[in-house]
């Protein structure tokens, strides 16, 4: 098992369930509300953990009444919290969900008061200690700060990084990066109606070096790797929360990278551990759903 840092946000999600999603300007009742730690690279880190990896977070927090909702679930979990950088000032970054029983989507509003991760902090990390450190593509100027320097003085570490929103910049990110994770929003973005289409457009030769993968909702996932595409089909469940499902891909991806060099088995077990993930409330994996995904390895 390896030791893994993850880089990014963790924030708190207030989760409100409803039957069906509202119109504009309709007064509804909520059936459930839940309040639970999110933030993508604490969330992939929170995955990681239960599938046997040492993990450690890093991003920013302040210390006001929201601020344990965090820190329990990561004490929980077994996440590391050691290099988190507490502010004095600011609110933990807050989102409001509404989760649909109907389709099972979640639609975020999300609120930030909260200067990000910065490189001064990073620096002070001893990386050596780690054998994957893995990136969220936001707060896009310090972070290829961060993953420049990791990459320049550790160049044997593999570097993951996921670009989930089209960031002014983010494209910048892939140069140092080992591993990239693109969403479907992103490729999108860039006028791309299939993973395979948006892969393939990587077709320089410091590409050919790195490991690229797309997730496409129900169309499944796409790796390039060596100019050869690999494709895995959508694994159908009956969904009832689909949030954070993408970063629950992003840590299958990750661990099972560490593990073996299959891209085809990587992308089929992202997949799984996803779509396991969508049926139930919570990134909690139970030991069942962790000795499955070993077993089918
Ligand atoms: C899910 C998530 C939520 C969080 C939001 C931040 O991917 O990480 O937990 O509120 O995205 O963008």
């Known amino acids: 098992m390896a030791k893994i840092l993850c880089v990014g946000i963790a924030t708190v999600d207030i989760v409100n369930e409803v039957a069906m999603y509202p119109t504009e300007d309709d007064e509804i009742r909520i059936v459930t509300q839940d309040k639970r730690r999110g933030g993508n690279a604490a969330n992939t880190a929170v995955i990681l953990s239960q599938l046997g990896h040492e993990c450690y977070w890093a991003g920013t927090l302040v210390k006001e009444i929201d601020c344990h909702i965090i820190l329990d679930d990561f004490k929980r979990y077994q996440v590391n919290d050691q290099f988190c950088h507490f502010l004095e000032q600011g609110k933990v970054p807050t989102s409001y969900i509404v989760l649909s029983q109907a389709t099972a989507s979640r639609t975020i509003s ?115 790797v060596k100019r050869i595409i690999y494709h895995q089909e959508a694994i159908k469940v009956n969904a009832v929360d689909t949030l954070g499902a993408g970063d629950v891909f992003n840590a299958g991806i990750i661990d099972q990278l560490l593990t073996h060099n299959n891209i085809s088995l990587c992308l089929k077990h992202a997949c799984q551990l996803a779509a396991m993930q969508c049926t139930k409330k919570g990134l909690n994996l139970e030991p069942m759903d962790v000795k499955e995904h070993y077993e089918t390895r």
Not at 152 to 175: A, F, T
Not at 209 to 219: F, M, N, T, V, Y
Request: net charge negative; proline share 3%.
């Open 110 to 224: 999300h609120f930030r008061d909260l200067p990000e991760y910065d490189f001064s902090e990073f620096k002070k990390i001893p990386l050596e200690a780690f054998e994957h450190i893995h990136f969220e593509g936001r707060n896009i100027d310090q972070s290829l700060k961060m993953m420049h320097y990791a990459k320049y003085n550790y160049p044997k570490k593999m570097l993951s990084v996921e670009l989930e929103k089209p960031r002014k910049g983010s494209e910048q990110l892939i140069d140092n990066a080992d591993i990239i994770i693109f969403s479907k929003n992103y490729a999108r973005q860039y006028g791309f109606d299939s993973a395979q289409a948006f892969l393939q457009s990587f077709n320089d030769e410091q590409s050919t070096h790195k490991i690229l993968i797309c997730a496409w909702g129900d169309s499944g996932a796409v790796a390039l």
